[in-house]
């Protein structure tokens, strides 16, 4: 028998068992009734669960341990929600709880005999993990401050909403190609990333007033690092249709002859942009409305942080930087804590692993904002403890070869002490392998887990370092890798080089520095020794 590649077999598991009906058996696994199937580990992706790197567990310890993500419909947590997360993470996950950047939950260490209770726990505070991994649609980005932002072009709440009733858990999009992402605001600071969305709707005010939805299709970071292209606009009344016309078309023609050539891009780029718009308006039975592109808020500037009146009368919103996006079963519990004791409700995870508490109430929102910063929480945080991302990194990916989360922190906590006084928008990255969850390659400095050798011939794991990243609708710019190789404990002092650089330059923006690294000479002009 021919042996099967990757793309194969992962297409005959799903065509021999739905995903979803995996759910039974991890009942069945969880009481002892029968040995795990290797290809239900596959399925258990439908249900949020990833295998993870064994690398933090005892030589004796032969437990097959799992990653759980958790979806957060429109981010958002409420005091009971936060309460019942708090529980699992401290019962069943080690205390560890990280914010993703698709405004999710993640926990680590997660054993099958737990998952029914935890399963159940989560059913029971309206919260669930189905469709969270797989080659399905995933939780649906939208800003985090829809419906109380003031400067806001259209609430989009309902129809982010709409949306995920239609996409959570649809059987007839149990079987996609790969995984679907999905983006729908109408944030003035554009904060989703519409530019590396499978399908993304941005509102838009016409010339007449008119509010209109830019749809763009085909914008990943992973296999298919592009950004995404601009169809044209439509109308608030069509964008479910928009949605559910091109995922019936990426589920009947996106390419499943290879894993790493089959997300929506991918197809994009075999018919090319003009196929596609003509067979999707087929399908719609209505034309995209014409018009150019507008205008978009660069990267290092998406963002809600401090303190902001809200539409809701009395009330204030609060944006919350969490370095690195771990926040534990001791800071899901404190938040839960410290809302209900200054009359809140709800926060709202965003895109960049941080979070906006959405109800304090006026006179008490300088009082919420305290409390959190004594559980290092901070609602003015430095220019790099606000936007240095991570993924989850080697401790419990087995595709990461380098440590992150611990890394990230401990850079934006140096860098701050370094440069007290800076003052610019930042963004920084650390990814541990290439496959960009922590987002490396649309951000200033990013830095990305790799093997190398050193100057004594000796193979080590490090980072390499790549610059200039940015979204900015039309604008954007993938970061270039510079070719240096840093050891983990060179990063801090490199890094806080670049700055220190920058500072001693005549630029007078630090992107403006980056891009001259990245297109021209300075960046060996400059000393960036790891000394």
Known sequence: MKKENPAQRVERIKKEKSGLDVLQDIKEYALGKKELDPEDIDRFKWYGLYTQNKNLQAEDDETLYFMLRIKLVLGSINIEQLRALAGISK??????????????????????????????????????????????????????????????????????????????????????????????????????????????????????????????????????????????????????????????????????????????????NKWGLEKFKQELEKSLGFSFIGGEEQEYTPYSKREHFGIHASKQEGKSYIGCAVNGGYIGSEGLASIAQILQKHGATTIRATTTQNFVVLDAPNEKAEDLAKDLLNINIDANPDPFKARTLSCTGMKYCKFAVVETKDTAIELAEYLNDMFPNFDEKVSLSLNGCPNSCGHPDIVDIGLVGTKFKDENGQSIKGFELVLGGNLEGSRSTLGKKMKLKIAPQDINHTVANIISAYLKSSKKHFGAFIRDLVDGDEFTVYSFDKK
């Open 91 to 268: 019962e069943f996950a080690r205390d560890t709880a990280n914010l993703t950047t698709r405004q999710a939950v993640q926990f680590h260490f997660i054993q099958v005999r737990d998952l029914p209770e935890i399963f159940d726990r989560l059913k029971s505070v309206g919260l669930s993990s189905i469709y969270a991994a797989g080659d399905v649609p995933r939780n649906i980005t939208t800003c985090p401050v829809s419906g109380v932002d003031k400067s806001e072009i259209y609430d989009v709440s309902g129809l982010a909403l709409e949306l995920n009733r239609y996409l959570d858990g649809n059987k007839e999009l149990v079987n996609l190609p790969r995984k679907f992402k999905v983006g729908i605001s109408a944030c003035s600071k554009h904060c989703i990333g519409h530019e590396i969305q499978d399908l993304s709707f941005t509102a838009v005010k016409s010339a007449n007033g008119e509010v209109l939805f830019d749809v763009n299709v085909g914008g990943g970071l992973a296999s298919n690092k592009q950004f995404a292209l601009h169809l044209g606009f439509v109308k608030d009344t069509q964008i479910l249709d928009v949605l559910k016309a091109v995922s019936i078309i990426y589920r009947d023609e996106g390419l499943r002859e290879s894993r790493r050539k089959a997300r929506l891009g991918h197809l994009i």
